[in-house]
C-alpha cells in the first residue's frame, strides 16, 4: 500500500461571509484548491501556477464528476476520495510530457463554455 501525503499549503476562513479556501500540494507535482465561495462549492486541479476546473480535469481524463453541494467538510471528502481513487490519470494528465494537451483541451472546454453563454 502506497501511502499519498499531501500538504496543506494555506488556508483562509472569512467569519463574515463564511467563505472558506484551502490549498493542499502533492510534492511539486499538482495542487488542489477547495473553495466555498458565498455558498457555492469549487474544486480546481493544478501546477505550474495554473488551475482547471475539477469537472474538467475530469473530462480530460474520461470521467465525469461534478462538485456537490453539500456541506463544506462533506465536498471536501467526497471530492478528495474521487481524486485519490484517479491520482494515477491526473499525474499523467498533469505530467510534463502530456501537460500542454491537457492545458489545450481544458481551454477549449472553457472557449466553449464561453460561446455558449455569449
Do not use: A, Q
Not at 499519498?4 to 488542489?32: A, C, M, Q, R
Not at 458565498?38 to 464528476?65: A, H, L, M, S
Request: glycine share 4%.
Amino acid at each position: 500500500m502506497n501511502i499519498i501525503i499531501f500538504f496543506i499549503l494555506s488556508t483562509l476562513y472569512s467569519k463574515f461571509f463564511g467563505n472558506i479556501y484551502i490549498h493542499f500540494v502533492l510534492d511539486d507535482k499538482i495542487g488542489v484548491k477547495f473553495i466555498r465561495d458565498r455558498g457555492d462549492f469549487i474544486c480546481k486541479i493544478g501546477c505550474n501556477n495554473e488551475w482547471f476546473f475539477i469537472e474538467d480535469v475530469f473530462f480530460v481524463i474520461g470521467k465525469t464528476y461534478k462538485v456537490e453541494k453539500l456541506k463544506f467538510t462533506h465536498m471536501l471528502e467526497s471530492t478528495s476520495n474521487i481524486i485519490l481513487e484517479n491520482l494515477n490519470y491526473i499525474l499523467e494528465v498533469f505530467n510534463k510530457k502530456n501537460y500542454k494537451k491537457t492545458k489545450d483541451k481544458v481551454n477549449s472546454l472553457e472557449e466553449k463554455r464561453s460561446i455558449k453563454w455569449d
